[in-house]
């Protein structure tokens, strides 16, 4: 490998650093490699030693996939090393999706791969060629004998890393196990594209995940769901009877060819995650740090990232302890970030059977974006006509946004998929709406979304979570919220209105949100009542007492009540509000129904009240109007509702005729662990929809336009419920439309505001664009 010139920390950062000389690295994959190659040219006079237990050659998997931005990454490191890796690259740019015998394709998207045991033969001739000490076949010393001899320990031990295990109470580990088996093969052809192929046998669904990483081979994954791997018979054979069954399974994919293993084994993912990422002077880098599924090709990527950036910060940082939490600190946003990609990838494979029965281009649409970092906008961008076809066959008119196609619930049709989420205002008086909830309610109803919901409206005063909370207990309530809806109707017509119920329950009789969320009253609270006297926080909120018969009947009633009131204000939908730990999902959830009744225990029993006040409120509802249910699809608590029981829980209110179930997630249990994150909810709409096969509201951090149409396209929603968007701007909709140039009967501008549907010029920044060169 040739030469160059190699930079001194001064060279490259311009003030000397010292206090890293001698660097042991554990483990000689990508990760450990590069870091030591990166640190030698750095600093020539740098002692490091790279053990690795294996030979040279030995290594599993077949292809590495690397992005375009790890390349950046790489050419400004070490040019050497990047021009290496271009000589030896296979680049295509589409991908096939093929199921039930029906390929669709999509261009546009770019991937560079090459063999793993060329990458790696790569980094070690880079390592040889820095002097950079390599000692094969040779077990690291344990970590702790080494960062007593060495300035800085590495640890690219892998996944199954033994200084991490040594080291469990210092970097706090988290190892979850998944629900598919996958074997990594290759096949000696190249396929042409980034290729899945789908196959529904008698045992169950399998897929095959495939590319190129030369001019002759292909990686192939293998995977499926744990039972079906069971039910095929796989965990009684050996692996190459194994292999020769998935050759013929995807006989048409690999064109009859065999395939063929590398020390080849059947495994199960897990997802690492570490609560620190260095201890002392030893540091974690790639997979012994953090994995992310190999459906989104990460795992190489990230190593080498890592690496990079831990060698940057070595250099860039006064000692060791400050270079050692920069790197943590700029590199855990961009690995949870990954993390949570490559998790909805994995949730999507392992519910692969739900979507097996959408239509071809949605099934194609949805396998594309499902870890939400590919979009309907860049996919437009990428593949115009594959993008066209999937919106023709969803419905939306030509060249028209998908958020803007209009649904039908019974006898409402909204003009386009945007919900304004129900969000507690509490600035009623006496649970009377007044002005504020004029002005809020209306102008969101002016600025477009097809649906407006209200706040959860209470439907008694012991029902009230704080003293600012609106209600539908008392006429005056409804004249109010009559004035609301008449202003809805008359200023926005085609802009519907929905008014979401519920009671407390044990969350009740709190402060104003901004006065101390979840917090009671300093004085006057009120009795609360509940599925169990389990109090929200134990020690601070009041202990509710647990509803007896005569109680139920009541609280039936109330809602009940409360319905017919709502048809006399004119609201065009109803919700019943069975989420966030409210008192009817307080019934629903393990965590906070302990009852021994009728009402209490198996999941069933736990259904049966929230299923006596639906059937109550259905009855009060006209029948033409629709009614949704919004629900809690997880507690995120251990021992809480499950994704399992979700799903048994919209089947109930489906069956019982609930027209849509709205799916958030948590608020149930002050203790819950959310995974916070873009769309976060939306997986377990998405598992609703495409399990109980009834319409899903989906909501929880979806904040563009691009989002709606990605979600709606393929087939995870039928509505996207949005709420801090529309506090930002209450013209959310209507702007939505304006920048997709969109200008049809989805999202009317009201005549008044006709002249602002168009944003506002401002002045030129920009100078005259140089025309000739002269010589």
């Known amino acids: 490998m040739p030469t160059e010139a190699r930079p001194t920390g001064v060279e490259r950062f311009g003030v000397e650093r010292t206090g890293v000389e001698r660097v042991a690295v554990i483990g000689g994959g990508p990760g450990g490699l590069y870091a030591a190659a990166l640190l030698k040219r750095l600093r020539p006079e740098r002692d490091i030693t790279v053990w690795e237990r294996n030979a040279p050659d030995d290594t599993f998997g077949f292809g590495v996939v690397l992005s375009d931005e790890t390349l950046g990454g790489i050419a400004h490191a070490d040019p050497v090393v990047h021009a290496a890796l271009q000589r030896e690259f296979v680049r295509w740019d589409a991908i096939d999706i093929v199921h039930r015998r029906t390929a669709q394709t999509s261009g546009g998207h770019g991937f560079a791969a090459l063999g793993r045991r060329r990458l790696l033969e790569i980094l070690r001739e880079r390592c040889d060629s820095l002097g950079v000490r ?112 998935c050759a013929d399974v995807f006989r048409d994919a690999l064109g009859g060819r065999p395939l063929r293993s590398n020390n080849s084994a059947w495994l199960t993912f897990r997802t690492v995650v570490n609560s620190r990422w260095s201890h002392g002077n030893t540091v974690l880098i790639g997979d012994a740090a953090h994995t992310a599924h190999f459906s989104i090709g990460s795992g190489t990527k990230l190593a080498v990232e890592d690496a990079l950036t831990l060698a940057a910060c070595v250099e860039e940082q006064p000692d060791l302890p400050g270079a050692l939490a920069a790197y943590e600190a700029e590199r855990r946003p961009v690995v949870e970030s990954t993390q949570r990609a490559a998790a909805a990838s994995l949730r999507w494979f392992e519910e692969l059977g739900a979507y097996v029965d959408q239509p071809p281009r949605q099934f194609a649409f949805n396998l594309l974006t499902r870890s939400r970092r590919v979009t309907h906008g860049n996919l437009r961008m990428r593949d115009a006509s ?329 087939g995870r929603a039928d509505l996207c419920a949005l709420a801090r968007p529309h506090l930002y701007d209450p013209h959310w909709t209507l702007h939505a439309a304006a920048e997709q140039d969109y200008d049809g009967p989805g999202a009317p501008w009201p005549p008044p505001y006709l002249a602002g549907s168009r944003p506002p010029p401002t002045g030129r920044t920009d100078a005259p664009k140089p025309r000739l060169t002269l010589g």
């Open 134 to 245: 390599l000692r094969f076949r040779a077990p690291a010393p344990p970590a702790a004998e080494l960062a007593a001899s060495h300035d800085l320990v590495i640890a690219a031990d892998g996944v199954n890393s033994l200084t991490r295990t040594a080291h469990a109470d210092a970097f706090g580990p988290r190892l979850t196990t998944h629900r598919c088996r996958y074997i990594w093969l290759a096949a000696d052809f190249a396929f042409d594209a980034f290729r899945f192929e789908i196959a529904e046998t008698p045992h169950g669904v399998m897929q095959l995940h495939g590319y190129p990483f030369a001019a002759d081979a292909s990686t192939v994954i293998v995977e499926m769901r744990e039972e079906v791997w069971r039910a095929a018979g796989f965990d009684a054979q050996d692996v190459s009877r194994s292999i020769e069954r």
């Open 386 to 714: 594959f993008t066209a076809g999937v919106e023709e066959e969803f419905g939306a008119a030509p060249g028209n946004p998908p958020m803007f196609t209009p649904l039908r619930l019974r006898g409402l049709e909204l003009r386009n998929r945007v919900v304004v989420s129900p969000m507690d205002m509490y600035s009623a008086v006496d649970g009377v709406p007044g002005d504020f909830h004029l002005v809020h309610l209306g102008a969101r109803a002016l600025g477009g979304a097809g649906l407006v919901m209200t706040e959860m409206v209470c439907v008694s005063a012991e029902g009230r979570i704080t003293p600012g909370c609106a209600g539908l207990y008392t006429d005056e309530q409804a004249t109010a919220w009559a004035r609301i809806t008449d202003f809805v109707h008359a200023s926005s017509p085609g802009t519907a209105v929905g008014v979401q119920i519920g009671h407390s329950g044990r969350k009740g009789s709190t402060k104003l949100m901004w006065e101390g969320i979840d917090q009671p009253l300093d004085h006057g609270n009120w009795p609360l009542a509940a599925a169990s006297p389990i109090p929200y926080a134990a020690g601070v909120n009041q202990i509710p007492r647990a509803l007896d018969r005569a109680g139920l009947t009541a609280v039936r009633e109330e809602f009940a009540a409360a319905a017919r009131r709502a048809v006399r204000c004119g609201f065009d939908l109803l919700e019943l509000h069975c989420g966030h730990g409210y008192l009817l999902s307080g019934f629903l959830s393990p965590l906070t129904n302990h009852r021994t009744d009728a009402y209490g225990g198996p999941l069933d029993n736990r259904l049966r009240f929230p299923l006596e006040v639906f059937d109550a409120v259905r009855a009060a509802w006209p029948d033409d109007r629709p009614m949704t249910v919004r629900i809690s699809a997880t507690d995120w608590a251990e021992g809480g509702t499950t994704a399992e029981d979700a799903v048994e829980i919209a089947h109930a209110f489906a069956a019982r005729g609930a027209d849509a179930i709205d799916v958030s997630t948590g608020q149930v249990v002050p203790d819950e662990r959310p995974e916070f994150g873009r769309s976060y909810q939306t997986p377990y709409a998405d598992r609703i929809r495409n399990t109980v096969r009834v319409p899903v509201v989906a909501v929880g951090a979806i904040s563009s336009w691009d989002d709606v149409n990605s979600l709606l396209l393929a």
